[in-house]
């Protein structure tokens, strides 16, 4: 592969979540068809200023479009079939889409779109909340969100003496009495030998 053209070195931002992979070269304008991480992928529609990075594992073999960070701007974004397709600037053919397959894409939580409701939450925004119960009592840390179908599950661990404690909560709202980003707590009906 060969490098691009006109791609911008850049500092990745600090707030910066990983949200897709460009999968493959889409048409002969620059096109390239996407892999969000999201089933939604609102982030990826809803934003423009993006930031690449080099693939990692078995997508790493032979790149060599870029070696760090990179910005560049979606010029535009649609749905397309049963994925995503992005035109780039200033990916301007098909053979530096090429060059770009595999490579992760980063956007900054700043610039994320509004969920438009109160009671949607970012998946990123929810790692790390530690979550009590209605007693107060602590019933861990936020470490991953299962999705299951109709609702998602929150992943807990806490630290008890020597031993780590594993808890799954469903996040619905017969569970779920109050996230509070502010203060970085999620309060459940949920008692610990659950």
Known sequence: MAAVPGLAPATLPADAVEVGRVQEAWGIKGWVRLHPHSASA??????RHWYLCPPEGRYA??????TGVVALDATEV???ADGIVAQLAPVADRNAAEALKGARIFVSRAD??????ADEYYWVD????????REGLPL?????L??????????LTQTVGDATVERMIPFVGVYVD????AARRITVDWQPDY
């Open 42 to 47: 609102d982030v990826l529609l809803g934003t």
């Open 146 to 155: 299962l999705p299951t179908g109709p609702h998602s599950v929150l992943c």
């Open 112 to 117: 994320f779109p509004d969920t438009g409701n």
């Open 61 to 66: 073999r032979g790149f060599d479009a870029f």
């Open 178 to 181: 109050r996230v509070d980003l």
């Open 140 to 144: 861990g840390t936020v470490r991953d």
């Open 78 to 80: 649609k749905p397309h």
């Open 126 to 133: 929810l790692i790390g909340l530690d979550v009590v119960n």
